[in-house]
């Protein structure tokens, strides 16, 4: 893809897009500033010793403003190139990237920012954390290799959904944090204070037409911009190397790396419809009904973003960006090189068993034996597996309700039947971590591995 | 309402109750049904000196209940009699009755037409009142309509009738049908052109046979040539609709190359080799290598046993790996890394009489079932 592009032409190229990008931060901090001064909303951060001239945040980011329009012009001038991390950053950062650096690393991530929402949603802070996030794409374009994924015709507009999920997922913490903040002070929700009511014709309608006419705009600029991401021509004994499915189901694609293709491929997605559809019959909580609120619906604000943001979202990135060749996985800056070698010596749990702990060989049955004498031959060969599975499911329940104080308090309020559906769906849930990080510690390949049945969990 | 003369229905049968010794306290808008006065009213309407206004049937009606059955037409009276009778309380008066007595008090019996405006006002005021059916008070179950309805008529059946319905039972109350009794009729005598006959002795009656058969087809067919040409040829579209359907199911060309084919002598394969030139056209690697210690020549189908990619050979590496999921296999074809549950998959292979390798790919061995100690899975070196 980009073996056949020099390094200084490559960085022609991109010093282009550079200037362009940090010009737009800037005029969008410029924008930023003009609105908080105009406002009245600039908060004073402290008063210049000696002339008593106030330093608001409107100057902060006009100052910002300034740096990212000199940024700018450096990158026309042949600048691009030094505006980058530094080598060794780049390179500890693949060396340490790995799946499950990359996926626990997120998931504390999001605790941390969910634990210090009522910091992080404050709209100075998360302004600072955008342009963070967008000078370090800056410099991180100049990197090749980088920049051949991000920049791939394919991957952008999945960056620009990353940043738009971003903002859709501040925008509601931030109200509910505010929200909150109101309750405890005893006063009602914002959402309660202006429930006035407008009309469909012409709040509505016309708010949907701008919507539309500004999509369209964005589809045709988008199609102009973006050449089509046409591929060779499809043969049956050739599959293209990675072989990638739709970004929405990368998810899914990289759960199937885990899992048997009818276990990724059918039960769980089943279990994921039929599990949102058990909401209203799970969820017992009436808080939060018509307003944005997090303290009030802890349990399923959390489970929710866990399996959003955690089981699907970073997937799909992870699908996208950082999986390459033969579904290696490569770090940011790192080639996609095809001939990587990656040691992942899978192994089931059976093997474990029996060859690494017992030293006895796996229980086979003679080939001429009767079918039923090989079932009861394989069954005793994943006897292990099936024994951890029925006492995860079995046991799970149960010990949740007598080891935490929260679901036992879950257990007495919903009943029997509603609390194993909501428990046996959170241990499904818990079930697809936990098997990826036992393949990618222990080299766990299957628990139960029946392929005699096409039955593998 | 003003009016003096014009009194309305609550007024009337204020007066009427007082009359009565007020021992009905029946509320008004129960009593009156919605209906009634309408019909009533266009009944009289044409007020014809020969036709008996509605008030008069109902006084009529009535007095043939406390009589006995005396009115002008015995059989619709009997019935009205029947129907009414059980409801008849005495002392009670119905509302007709106080109708009937308060016009004839207040106009003097030629009221007949007069009321009509007013109980149709009255009837308009009353109608969602008048809704709470009027059977449900206690004493008129012998609503206005079923006596009405009587008086013209009608069957037994009580309710509100249209004009056209009344008329239509009036007109049938004379000519009632009688049911007649189903009875087979005798079987007509066989005609002679029936009756068994000598065999025929002349040669013209074939002819005749042949001419009429053919008169009958040729009538037959014109007679009804339109359905006959539509249907025929409906018929031999969807024939060959039919036809053309079975015949898309061969389709004209060769949907794989052949099952069998030779894929050269066994010593073009050096020890340890995987080709893979055959997989582009035939999807197969032929490998030279070993199984359970044993050398051996095999042919591999080249689809992940996970999903169905096709996994690339990579020879520095040695081993066969899928982009798809990242699934690995040894160079026998035993899966060791990724999701694929099983090894690849064998096809037969033996020694053609010439000497050559060829690959059967009708047939196939799948390891974990044991089918690769099959001889005809490999071919030995």
């Known amino acids: 893809m980009h073996g056949h592009v020099s390094y200084e032409d490559f960085i022609l190229q991109v010093a282009g897009f550079l200037t362009t990008y940090y010009l737009f931060i800037a005029a969008m901090n410029g924008l930023a500033a003009f609105y908080l001064w105009q406002s009245g909303r600039a908060k004073e951060l402290f008063r210049l010793p000696g002339s008593g001239l106030a ?147 012409p709040d509505l309608v016309y708010t949907e037409l701008i919507c539309m006419i500004a999509l369209m705009a964005i589809l045709f600029v988008w199609a102009i911009l973006l050449q089509a991401p046409l591929e060779e021509p499809a043969s049956t004994v050739k599959t293209p190397n990675p072989s990638k499915a739709p970004w929405y189901f990368l998810g899914l694609q990289e759960m199937l790396v885990y899992y048997d293709p009818w276990m990724a491929g059918v039960v769980l997605p089943g279990v994921v419809v039929g599990g949102l559809m058990a909401i209203p019959f799970i969820d017992f909580n009436k808080q939060g009904n018509g307003y944005y609120t997090i303290n009030e619906r802890k349990f399923a604000y959390c489970t929710f973003q866990f399996g959003f943001l955690v089981l699907w979202v970073t997937l799909i990135v992870m699908g996208t960006f950082l999986r390459g060749p033969n579904w290696n996985f490569f770090g940011f800056y790192e080639t996609w090189d095809a001939h990587k070698v990656e040691a992942l010596n899978n192994v089931d749990l059976s093997q474990y068993f029996w060859v690494d702990l017992l030293h006895t060989g796996r229980p086979k049955a003679a080939d001429d034996a009767p079918m039923i004498v090989k079932i009861g031959y394989i069954l005793l060969r994943e006897s292990v597996g099936i024994m951890l599975l029925l006492f995860y499911f079995g046991g799970g329940p149960p010990a949740m309700v007598i080891y935490s104080k929260f679901f036992r308090k879950m257990f007495l ?9 909501l428990s046996n769906l959170i241990l499904l849930m818990a079930l697809l971590p936990i098997k990826m990080l036992a393949r990618w510690t222990v080299d766990m390949k299957y628990f139960v591995s029946i392929p005699e049945y096409f039955l593998n969990f | 309402m003003a009016d003096k003369d014009e009194l309305s229905i ?47 049937m109902l006084a009529a009606a009535r007095v043939g209940d406390a009589g006995g059955g005396a009115s002008e037409s015995p059989a619709p009276a009997s019935t009205a009699a029947k129907s009414a009778a059980p409801a008849k309380k005495p002392g009670a008066m119905s509302v007709a009755d106080m109708l009937a ?281």
């Open chain 1, 55 to 201: 330093v608001t945040t409107v100057h902060v980011w006009l100052l910002v403003a300034g740096v990212f329009t000199i940024l700018s012009a450096y990158a026309t001038n042949g600048g691009a190139a030094a505006l980058t991390l530094p080598q060794a950053v780049r390179d500890f950062a693949d060396a340490r990237m790995g799946p499950v650096v990359y996926t626990v690393g997120l998931l504390l991530l999001l605790s941390v920012l969910y634990l210090g929402r009522n910091f992080f949603v404050k709209p100075t802070v998360a302004w600072a954390g955008l342009n963070l996030s967008l000078l370090l794409m800056g410099i991180s374009m100049t990197d090749m290799d980088f920049a051949s994924i991000v920049m791939k015709p394919d991957n952008v507009p999945i960056v620009a959904m990353i940043y738009l999920l971003g903002f859709f997922t501040w925008l509601s913490a931030s109200k509910a944090v505010q929200n909150d903040a109101r309750t405890a002070r005893g006063e009602v929700p914002l959402e309660k204070l202006d429930d006035e009511k407008v009309l469909v014709w």
């Open chain 2, 101 to 381: 007595a308060a016009r004839g008090d207040k106009s003097g019996g030629a009221a007949a037409a007069k009321p009509a405006p007013v109980s149709k006002k009255a009837a308009a005021k009353a109608a969602p009142a008048a809704k709470e059916p009027a059977a449900a008070t206690p004493s008129g179950p012998k609503d206005t309509a079923s006596i009405l309805s009587a008086a013209r008529g009608g069957a037994a059946k009580p309710g509100p009738i249209t004009k056209a319905e009344a008329a239509a039972r009036a007109k049938d109350a004379g000519v009632a049908p009688v049911k007649k009794k189903a009875t087979a009729p005798p079987m007509p005598a066989k005609p002679d052109y029936a009756k068994t006959v000598a065999a025929p002795t002349a040669s013209t009656e074939r002819r005749g046979f042949l001419v009429a058969a053919t008169a009958i087809f040729a009538g037959t067919f014109f007679m009804t040539s339109a359905l006959a040409i539509g249907f025929s040829s409906l018929a031999v579209t969807m024939l060959l609709w039919v036809l053309g359907t079975a015949r898309f199911m061969f389709p004209n060309i060769l949907t794989e190359p052949p099952t069998k084919f030779k894929v050269g002598f066994p010593d073009e394969y050096a020890p340890g080799q995987v080709a893979t030139k055959f997989k582009a056209q035939f999807g197969v690697w032929v490998a030279r290598y070993e199984y359970n210690g044993q050398p051996e020549i095999y042919a591999l189908q080249s689809v992940c046993t996970h999903l169905g990619c096709t996994p690339n050979w990579l020879e520095g590496e040695q081993k066969f790996k899928c982009p798809c999921h990242g699934s690995g296999f040894y160079k026998d074809g035993v899966n060791f890394e990724g999701p694929a549950p099983r090894p690849l998959e064998r096809f037969a292979i033996r020694l053609a009489d010439d000497g050559q390798l060829e690959v059967d790919k009708s047939r196939k061995f799948k390891e974990e079932v044991g089918q690769w100690n099959d001889p005809a899975s490999y071919v030995s070196v």
């Open chain 1, 413 to 421: 309020r919903m009943g029997f039947v509603r609390y194993m559906v």
């Open chain 2, 10 to 56: 609550e007024q009337i049968l204020a007066a009427a109750r007082q009359q009565d010794g007020g021992g009905d306290a029946v509320p008004v808008s129960e009593t009156v049904p919605a209906e009634t006065p309408k019909p009533a009213a266009k009944a009289a309407a044409p007020a014809k000196p020969g036709k008996m206004s509605v008030a008069e």
